[in-house]
């Protein structure tokens, strides 16, 4: 066995561990800031809820993002959510 091995091990895994805690509690504090800015934004008039997907929307791939709209118009044309053609029909 290796002088030290399982006190190195030891004192390695504690440092692993105490980094995890000091950054869970730091997520923490980053999460109660976000949610104090939608409060301050909700306070304001404005819908956090739809802040909320534009935030998750602006994060994603614009590639990812553009399939992911197209597939959902797709979708709204099959069920009748949305026209398959502008003006379809209006000028007659």
């Given at each position: 066995?290796?002088?030290?091995?399982?006190?190195?091990?030891?004192?390695q895994?504690?440092?692993?561990?105490?980094?995890?805690?000091?950054?869970?509690?730091?997520?923490?504090?980053?999460?109660?800031?976000?949610?104090?800015?939608?409060?301050?934004?909700?306070?304001?008039?404005?819908?956090?809820?739809?802040?909320?997907?534009?935030?998750?929307?602006?994060?994603?791939?614009?590639?990812?993002?553009?399939?992911?709209?197209?597939?959902?118009d797709?979708?709204?044309?099959?069920?009748?959510?949305?026209?398959?053609?502008?003006?379809?029909?209006?000028?007659?």
């Open positions: 066995m290796k002088a030290g091995g399982p006190n190195v091990a030891r004192d895994l504690r440092a692993f561990i105490e980094r995890v805690e000091r950054l869970e509690e730091e997520k923490s504090t980053i999460a109660d800031d976000i949610k104090s800015v939608y409060s301050e934004a909700k306070a304001s008039g404005f819908d956090t809820k739809a802040m909320r997907k534009i935030v998750r929307l602006r994060g994603q791939d614009e590639q990812k993002l553009a399939e992911e709209e197209a597939i959902l797709s979708y709204k044309a099959a069920l009748g959510m949305l026209p398959l053609f502008e003006n379809d029909g209006d000028a007659a």
